[in-house]
């Protein structure tokens, strides 16, 4: 389908490693978000790309986290130093515009050992 | 206190049975209102999107938004088995572009 594609669909990894974590948006999306869902909780706001602007990083929760998005399409998330408290899943959403709505990918489930 | 609180649940009831979804919200700055529906090992889906305060109905499905006590609904009629899911709210304000979501409330509508 035309739909958002994330991969892996699950990785598990030992604490201390680094993981990314891919997205590739429905194709002439603009807007590119990425989440972390845990448990009980709902979407944390990690961080979003809007056309060619600098990202918005406000919702990284530490320097081990980044995100890159390659001419403006495929995203990654990558974090570094993997610890057990970055189990989640990780969700990335595409949209035509800020304001527009969001079109979900159907998640990464990251487990820390 | 968070932004957006939302009971997770989970809520069980009968096919047929009129269900109630609620948020509360903090920040009088939001404007757009929206709920989401997210099956088990899927991403979210938009499911209705109000604009301020109101009503808006699609279906079995109706949103009400009272920006006067900052709470929104989500009720579903005639509820059935295949709308078993995790309801999240989710709101943002005027010319913003990051989303504040509920928790989510599980749901199980019991054949």
């Known amino acids: 389908g035309a739909g958002v594609s994330q991969s892996p669909s699950n990785k598990v990894t030992e604490k201390g490693k680094d993981v990314e974590l891919r997205c590739d948006p429905i194709s002439g999306h603009t807007a590119l978000y990425w989440y972390r869902q845990s448990l009980g909780q709902g979407l944390e706001f990690l961080i979003y790309f809007q056309g060619n602007s600098a990202p918005d990083k406000s919702g990284l929760p530490s320097d081990r986290f980044s995100a890159e998005r390659t001419g403006g399409s495929v995203s990654t998330l990558t974090i570094q130093r993997t610890q057990q408290e970055d189990s989640a899943v990780y969700l990335c959403a595409s949209s035509t515009g800020k304001n527009n709505e969001q079109f979900f990918g159907p998640g990464t489930r990251l487990t820390v050992l | 206190q968070k932004e957006v609180e939302q009971d997770p649940g989970p809520l069980s009831v009968p096919e047929g049975a009129i269900v109630s979804l609620n948020c509360t919200y903090s920040n009088s700055a939001f404007q757009y209102f929206m709920w989401y529906r997210q099956y088990s090992r899927k991403g979210p889906e938009l499911l209705m999107y109000?604009?301020?305060?109101g009503n808006k109905e699609d279906g079995r499905f109706t949103a009400q938004v009272d920006k006067s006590s900052k709470y929104i609904s989500l009720f579903i009629r005639d509820s059935q088995p295949s709308d078993s899911a995790t309801y999240l709210c989710?709101?943002?304000?005027?010319?913003?572009?990051?989303?504040?979501f509920g928790a989510g409330t599980r749901l199980f509508v019991k054949a």
């Open positions: 989710a709101m943002r304000n005027t010319g913003g572009f990051k989303t504040i």
């Open positions: 109000t604009y301020s305060s």
